[in-house]
């Protein structure tokens, strides 16, 4: 298997761009996570799905940001507008074992 | 109070040396903890899960836990430059949803 994929690796946007994060869990992991990765804070959880159900999205800073997974094999994060406080590494992980998760290599987002 | 708590480091210590790494949490009804290794630039990436008191051994890894005092840790023997990267602490907070720790920077001198 190739992993959790996401795309893009790098985006630099300007402020107030719509900006769409993509991701392709692992075949058979039934949990997918987004988490999103800065020095100030660290690693946080934004939003994490089951069997593509939204279980909790208690760590998604506001309304600008959405996730939404249409099938087992596709999940999108989407933040509109950008603001420069984005930027940060957002992370796509998969799992069928709780806390035992698989990264994607993440997106580098750039808000200018 | 953050939920899991980690020294942020930088930890250094001499190649063949014990690395010794600490997290604390806060909801004492967690049953499964786990330590992450992030290369710089890279994602994290799963060594170790712990869910019983005690030590779990793998390797030149062992992880401890004692629910009592709310602690985790995690010993690196005979510490290998190769090992240097940051460790991130995750509890698992109910259902699949996995808090981590903000990590404690690792550097092992050869």
């Known amino acids: 298997d190739a992993g959790v994929i996401q795309s893009p690796r790098h985006e630099v946007t300007e402020m107030g761009q719509e900006v769409t994060l993509r991701c392709k869990p692992i075949s058979g992991h039934n949990s997918l996570f987004w988490y999103r990765q800065t020095m100030m804070r660290g690693l946080e959880l934004l939003i994490y799905f089951n069997n593509n159900v939204p279980i909790d999205d208690s760590g998604m800073p506001e309304d600008r940001f959405s996730a939404k997974m249409p099938n087992a094999s596709f999940s999108t994060l989407k933040i509109q507008p950008s603001e420069p406080r984005d930027s940060a590494v957002y992370f796509c992980?998969?799992?069928?074992?709780?806390?035992?998760?698989?990264f994607g290599q993440g997106t580098r987002l750039t808000v200018v | 109070q953050k939920e899991v708590e980690q020294n942020s480091g930088p930890l250094s210590v001499p190649e063949g040396a014990i690395a010794s790494l600490n997290c604390t949490y806060s909801?004492?009804?967690?049953?499964?903890f786990f330590w992450y290794r992030q290369y710089s630039g890279k994602s994290p990436e799963l060594i170790m899960f712990?869910?019983?008191?005690g030590d779990k051994e793998d390797g030149r890894f062992t992880a401890q836990l004692n629910k009592a005092s709310q602690y985790v840790s995690l010993l690196i023997r005979d510490s290998q430059p190769s090992d240097s990267a940051t460790y991130l602490c995750a509890v698992n907070a109910g259902g699949f949803k996995t808090i981590f720790g903000a990590g404690t920077r690792l550097f092992v001198k050869a």
């Open positions: 992980a998969s799992s069928v074992r709780r806390g035992e998760a698989f």
């Open positions: 712990i869910y019983s008191n």
């Open positions: 909801d004492r009804g967690s049953q499964s």
